[in-house]
């Protein structure tokens, strides 16, 4: 089981930014698979937002495509999602799990199931 760490989460006002990190407690090679963040707003689904290839193909839904980047220290096993120009709108849980990238967000399934998510509260 992948058991997946996310942290970096905060608080931070309009316009701000965060980056958050996702590792595994158990040692399971985020390096050798694609991995995906996921953001849950209030009330709302979970929605895929940023994912990763293993060769560091990136793909982004449209809400975040040119305001955050998702990347990966494979020497870390850490992946990362950095985000710039935040809005009251990017508020929620923050996840990370493995997928696979391709084709449309919502078509990106979580195999590696659900750590326990990494806060984002974006205010003024």
């Known amino acids: 089981q992948a058991q997946f760490v996310e942290s970096g989460g905060g608080l931070v006002k309009p316009g701000g930014s965060l980056t958050l990190s996702c590792t595994s407690a158990?040692?399971?090679?985020?390096?050798?698979?694609?991995m995906a963040w996921f953001h849950q707003a209030p009330g709302k689904d979970r929605d895929g937002i940023a994912c990763?290839?293993?060769?560091?193909?990136?793909n982004y839904a449209d809400s975040v495509r040119g305001r955050f980047t998702i990347s990966r220290d494979n020497a870390k096993n850490t992946v990362y999602l950095q985000m710039n120009s935040l809005k009251p709108e990017d508020t929620g849980l923050y996840y990370c799990t493995t997928t696979g990238c391709a084709g449309r967000p919502g078509a990106w399934f979580p195999f590696g199931g659900w750590g326990q998510g990494t806060q984002v509260t974006v205010s003024s």
């Open positions: 158990t040692g399971f090679p985020l390096n050798s698979n694609e």
């Open positions: 990763i290839s293993k060769n560091g193909l990136t």
